[in-house]
Structure formats: structure tokens, C-alpha cells
């Protein structure tokens, strides 16, 4: 029995299109996060919005980063 090679699920033309898009709407929850972080005062901060907030920008960006490495051919 001969082994498959290993194959990416995501054809690599994509991975130009899915680093913008990600880093992106990640760019966009890091300034949402950063608007409600300095408009809303100490007393009103849910620390809960703060941290599903933060993760979902740094999910977002991380994605993003490897996807740009993946498309400019630093395979990791």
C-alpha cells in the first residue's frame, strides 16, 4: 500500500484572497475593540465583550498571518 502525499484542503490560489479578507475583518474587530475600549468608561466595560472581542481579532489575524505566509511561500 502506497501513501497518499500530504494535500492542503484549500487549493493554494486561495491563499492570497483568504490572508487579505482575514487580516481584514480581523483589522476591523482589533479597531472595534479599540473604539469601545477607549469610549466607554471603567464602570460600564464588560470583561466578557472585552475578551470574545480580542479573541475573535486575534483568531481572525492569526489566520490571516498564516495564510500571507503560505502565499508568499514560507511554508510553515
Known amino acids: 500500500m502506497a501513501a497518499k502525499p500530504i494535500a ?3 487549493s493554494v490560489a486561495l491563499y492570497p484572497t483568504l490572508s487579505v479578507f482575514t487580516l481584514a475583518i480581523g ?4 479597531a472595534i475593540f479599540f473604539i469601545y475600549e477607549t469610549t466607554s468608561s ?4 464588560s ?3 472585552e475578551l470574545a472581542t480580542s479573541a475573535v481579532a486575534s483568531v481572525f489575524l ?3 498571518s498564516l ?3 503560505l502565499a508568499s511561500g514560507v511554508y510553515v
Open 8 to 10: 492542503s484542503p484549500i
Open 27 to 30: 483589522l476591523v474587530i482589533t
Open 42 to 45: 471603567r464602570k460600564n466595560r
Open 47 to 49: 470583561l466578557g465583550k
Open 62 to 64: 492569526g489566520f490571516g
Open 67 to 69: 495564510f500571507l505566509l
